[in-house]
Nanobody, 124 residues
């Protein structure tokens, strides 16, 4: 099973940008679909974006579409979430998750491996 470690979270002003990284170990990410989720205390975890293993195909929630971009660098075994035009509503703990799907142009509904999360705060 792949292990995931997120980094890049922190405090950013409204309108600012952050880039989150998800570094994998224990296996190559080539055959994994990767997703970014976020969670606010007291609310359900929300899938924000995902990227397929092949294609690639990318999905974005309506809340972040046009502002966030997910990308992957398989040579570095890393997936990124580029967050622009950030809003206070983006404040959450962000998690990356992986699912072994082979070479697929889709995002799966569930994920087997999870990172520990990185907190993001958008505030002036």
């Amino acid at each position: 099973q792949v292990q995931l470690v997120e980094s890049g979270g922190g405090l950013v002003q409204p309108g600012g940008s952050l880039r989150l990284s998800c570094v994998a170990s224990g296996d190559n990410l080539d055959d994994y679909a990767i997703a970014w989720f976020r969670q606010v205390p007291g609310k359900e975890r929300e899938r924000t974006a995902c990227i397929s293993s092949s294609g690639p195909y990318a999905y974005y929630s309506e809340a972040v579409k046009g502002r966030f971009t997910i990308s992957r660098d398989n040579a570095k075994n890393t997936v990124y979430l580029h967050m622009n035009s950030m809003e206070p509503e983006d404040t959450a703990v962000y998690y990356c998750a992986a699912d072994l799907v082979g070479r697929a142009t889709r995002c799966p509904p569930s994920y087997d491996s999870w990172g520990q999360g990185t907190p993001v705060t958008v505030s002036s």
